[in-house]
């Protein structure tokens, strides 16, 4: 199966699929202009491909290629320096983060993009914040309103694909899990539903 972007939605400068661990399942594909990235997030966000929904998300860095287009490749590499070594020197709960989405994402206002196709995440730790799980296919709910029901939950997610049950818990009503078929399709509800409502229902993912 392939999936068609170039021609089809702007423009492309560059694509980069990284090929450690870390970064499997995840590509980034820059665009000349943001216009074009956006384009394709509204119409590729959560294409199936070789059985795993894609999640599309803006990159949160401008790429090299576009950096060399605009003529601040340099200092491009020397704020990309600096923040490598910054990171280098914070302890190992706040370095990790996931990055693992589920297919193509778009990136920044430079319009850069890149995405993934699933796959990849290292093993949960009691000491890592729930913030910065790894995926997993089933999400844990926190902050919920006193009066949610089970059936306002299931009706909320099971709008996204591989939806399979919400399980909440009787004497703790403030809290809830809710079960995709895989971890793909649980980043992408998770994703779209991070911010829903005023009363700020905090999603993250299970703790394996």
């Known amino acids: 199966m392939s999936l068609k972007l170039g021609g089809t939605y702007g423009e492309i400068l560059d694509i980069v699929a990284h090929g450690n661990l870390r970064m499997r399942g995840q590509a980034f594909v820059v665009f ?7 384009q394709a997030i509204k119409e590729v966000n959560g294409f ?22 605009d003529g601040t490749i340099e200092e ?21 983060k996931t ?3 589920g297919g193509f994402q778009a990136g920044g206002p430079s319009g ?3 995405g993934s196709g699933g796959g990849g995440g290292g093993a949960a730790s009691s000491n890592i914040a729930d913030e910065f799980l790894p995926p ?3 999400l ?21 694909p591989g939806f399979k049950e919400v399980r909440t818990v009787p004497v703790k009503k403030e809290i809830a899990f809710v079960e995709y078929e895989n971890e793909t399709q649980a980043m992408i509800a998770k994703e779209a539903l991070s911010n829903y409502s005023n009363h700020k229902i905090k999603i993250t993912f299970a703790r394996k």
């Open 32 to 38: 000349k202009d943001q216009e074009s990235a956006a």
């Open 48 to 69: 199936i491909l070789k059985e795993k929904a894609m999640l599309i998300q803006y990159a949160r860095s401008k790429s090299d290629a576009i950096a060399i287009s």
């Open 76 to 96: 491009h590499k020397r704020q990309r320096l600096e923040a490598k070594e910054k990171r280098a020197k914070e302890p190992p709960q706040k370095r990790f």
């Open 99 to 101: 990055t693992h989405s």
């Open 112 to 114: 850069a993009a890149g």
């Open 136 to 138: 997993n296919k089933i």
């Open 140 to 160: 844990f709910l926190q902050n919920l309103p006193e009066d949610i029901t089970e059936a306002m939950l299931t009706a909320l997610f099971q709008q996204y």
